[in-house]
């Protein structure tokens, strides 16, 4: 029986952390191929050696129309930064390319966009702020105790290079668990702050607090104040290794629907 072709892949934010991680994961599957590197910097050089694999052929370039119209990928895989990621998917989708995003930071009016221009060319684009697993369950977690535990604080932990803050998943969170209970403001009706910003950002009542510090990866942890006792939920992503099969599992299905699809609950059986 003939092998079935092997997905196109282009990686954008090929010499960043997570860009790098993508480009191995690519190297050790068999059903997916690379056949192009996005970034702006160490154009030429060859994206399997900047990943630390062996060579693939495909040299990093900074212009996603040649890159497109030159490979004919079937799928951009985008971590970059939440500027240079509207202009990527922008190019890909009028070239027909399925975006799978992990780049944070989207406005919803953006994925609203993404969406509908899909739908215009007739394919399947993807975005998540978080592509492992146990953060997934973490989320239906979260929203299952925000039903018996309201009251709800969030504590997000990464590393100090990271641009935007709340993370994309504490925001998913947040949306998730506003959900799951009614809204109501938390804490005492005359609380101040003695320092701006002691008590974090609020979404619809909930406190999220963003930790930078180098050493960490990525780490959510969810409080639930109760009367006598208090419930945490926590997860940690330790290496960036952890989101490779959710980015995997995206770039495999990101085909089989039309239009815009958030959040790799959504995608996992
Ligand atoms: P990073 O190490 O800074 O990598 C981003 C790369 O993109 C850098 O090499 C950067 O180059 C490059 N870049 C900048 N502008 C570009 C453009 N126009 N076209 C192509 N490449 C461009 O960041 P990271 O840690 O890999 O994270 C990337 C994004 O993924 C962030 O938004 C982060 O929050 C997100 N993230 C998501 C998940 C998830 O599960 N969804 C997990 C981890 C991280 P310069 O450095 O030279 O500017």
């Known amino acids: ?96 390319v399925s975006p799978v995003i992990g780049t944070t930071g989207l406005t919803n009016d953006e994925i609203q966009r993404f969406d509908h221009a899909c739908r215009q060319q007739g394919i399947g684009g993807f975005a998540c702020p978080n592509f492992s697993l146990g953060a997934v369950l973490l989320m239906r977690f979260a929203q299952q105790a925000a039903r018996y535990l309201p009251d709800v604080e969030i504590i997000e932990m990464h590393h100090d290079q990271k641009r935007d803050a709340p993370s994309g998943t504490a925001l998913r969170l947040a949306e998730l668990i506003a959900e799951a209970r009614q809204p109501h403001l938390q804490g005492h009706p005359d609380a101040f702050e003695k320092l701006d910003g002691a008590r974090g950002a609020t979404y619809e009542g909930m406190h999220i607090h963003s930790v930078r510090l180098p050493g960490y990866v990525a780490h959510h942890e969810v409080l639930f104040g109760g009367h006598g006792q208090v419930l945490s939920l926590r997860h940690d992503s330790l290496s960036r290794e952890d989101f490779m099969p959710g980015v995997r599992l995206a770039i495999q299905k990101v085909r089989s629907w039309i239009g815009f699809v958030y959040g790799l609950e959504n995608i996992v059986d």
Do not use: H, W
């Open 1 to 96: 029986m003939a092998e079935s072709t092997p997905i196109r892949v282009v990686v954008a934010g090929a010499k960043g952390r997570m860009g790098r991680e993508v480009i191995r994961m690519i190297a050790q599957t068999s059903d997916l191929a690379l056949v192009g590197a996005i970034d702006v910097s160490r154009l030429g050089e060859d994206a399997g050696v900047v990943a630390g694999v062996a060579p693939l052929g495909v040299p990093l370039e900074d212009d996603p129309q040649y890159v497109f119209s030159t490979r004919k990928p079937d799928v951009l895989v985008d971590f970059t930064n939440p500027q240079a990621v509207i202009r990527n998917v922008d190019i890909a989708i009028a070239n027909g």
